[in-house]
Nanobody
Framework: QVQLVESGGGLVQPGGSLRLSCAAS????????MAWYRQAPGKARELVAS???????QYTDSVKGRFDISRDNAKNTVYLQMNSLKPEDTAVYYC?????????WGQGTQVTVSS
């Protein structure tokens, strides 16, 4: 079993920044890939960014140049630094990992970008 605990969401004005964190715990070793997804009201959940243990990163086009994903392998923790936030970034953000052939999701953290 893997437990994912997220933190860092909130309300921010357009152009502002937020940093999300997600810590994975349980009877696990090093998790190869950790990712962030988001789901806006009325929309499907989408991949925002992912990172592997050897720091290979991927981003969805809409966040390239604004968001940065990083991780602490020793702590199985992944971060998402979000800069230049836009109203269209408003969504619930979910941490995601795969371990032992199962997919795990965090509880979600709300990010609201509004003036």
């Amino acid at each position: 079993q893997v437990q994912l605990v997220e933190s860092g969401g909130g309300l921010v004005q357009p152009g502002g920044s937020l940093r999300l964190s997600c810590a994975a715990s349980g009877s696990i070793g090093s998790i190869y890939r950790m990712a962030w997804y988001r789901q806006a009201p009325g929309k499907a959940r989408e991949l925002v960014a992912s990172i592997t243990t050897d720091s290979i990163k991927q981003y969805t086009d809409s966040v390239k140049g604004r968001f940065d994903i990083s991780r602490d392998n020793a702590k199985n923790t992944v971060y998402l630094q979000m800069n230049s936030l836009k109203p269209e970034d408003t969504a619930v953000y979910y941490c995601n990992v795969n371990w032992s052939l199962r997919t795990y999701w965090g509880q979600g953290t709300q990010v609201t970008v509004s003036s």
